[in-house]
């Protein structure tokens, strides 16, 4: 199986920045998702990562270092209903995607 | 659109008992794919299907069958439920298989085996 690690919890203040540490080992990588799941609701996704570096979205960016086994999701200007948790999901050569325990983040006003 | 959808939403289960989670995409995607979440261990992989007529075994497959008649339904079988497969289900669906393809996941089902 593939070993991914991620914080258990974070909280930050609304208005902050908050970065979510992910990294993996794994076999035959092939990118890397970030998906964010409210309390009682299903996974939505944020974004994909296969080539190293920074990709941006609006209050949202991912990072992956492909060469570290690392990935972090930034974000920024929190709000409150971004208190969630956000699940790092590796993707590899045999067509299956493997989740984080994922981090519950906090947002407190 | 509807998506994903799933039934039942929940379900309290007698040990012993025969239970098929429903799942039905409307997207009109070639995979499908049901996992369990268990608070601290994150989303597993039960079984996945890439494309219909096909099913495979993910990482925790034991005490449950899939089957994948056409492109749209996919249920989930428990042939004789266990305490230990109370958990949450979802299911998921994404356009081509290969995992690099965005998954949608369906609302849940949240599975109690008594």
């Known amino acids: 199986g593939q070993n991914i690690d991620q914080p258990t919890e974070m909280t930050a203040t609304e208005g902050a920045i908050v970065q979510i540490n992910c990294t993996y080992q794994?076999?035959?990588?092939?990118?890397l998702f970030w998906y964010q799941q409210h309390a009682g609701e299903a996974p939505t996704f944020l974004s994909y990562?296969?080539?190293?570096g920074l990709e941006e979205k609006g209050r949202f960016s991912s990072f992956l270092s492909r060469s570290k086994g690392y990935s972090y999701l930034l974000l920024k200007e929190l709000q409150m209903k971004d208190s969630a948790s956000y699940l790092c999901?590796?993707?590899?050569?045999?067509?299956?995607?493997?989740f984080g325990a994922g981090t519950t983040v906090t947002v407190r006003a | 659109i509807a998506g994903i959808t799933q039934a039942p939403t929940s379900q309290i289960l007698a040990a012993g008992r025969r239970m098929t989670l429903r799942c039905t995409q409307d997207?009109?995607?070639?995979?499908m794919y049901w996992y369990r979440q268990d608070l601290g261990l994150g989303l597993r992989l039960i079984h996945y299907?890439?494309?219909?007529?096909?099913?495979g075994k993910g990482e925790v497959p034991d005490g449950y069958s899939v089957s994948r008649a056409n492109t749209d339904d996919f249920p989930l079988t428990l042939a004789s439920a266990v305490p230990s497969q109370t958990s949450v289900y979802f299911c998921?669906?994404?356009?081509?298989?290969?995992?690099?393809?965005?998954?949608?996941f369906g609302p849940g089902t949240r599975l109690t085996v008594l």
């Open positions: 299907s890439n494309t219909a007529g096909t099913t």
């Open positions: 998921a669906s994404s356009d081509q298989a290969g995992g690099a393809d965005t998954q949608y």
């Open positions: 999901a590796v993707t590899t050569n045999d067509y299956k995607l493997s």
């Open positions: 997207m009109r995607h070639n995979a």
């Open positions: 990562n296969v080539l190293d």
């Open positions: 794994t076999s035959g990588f092939n990118g």
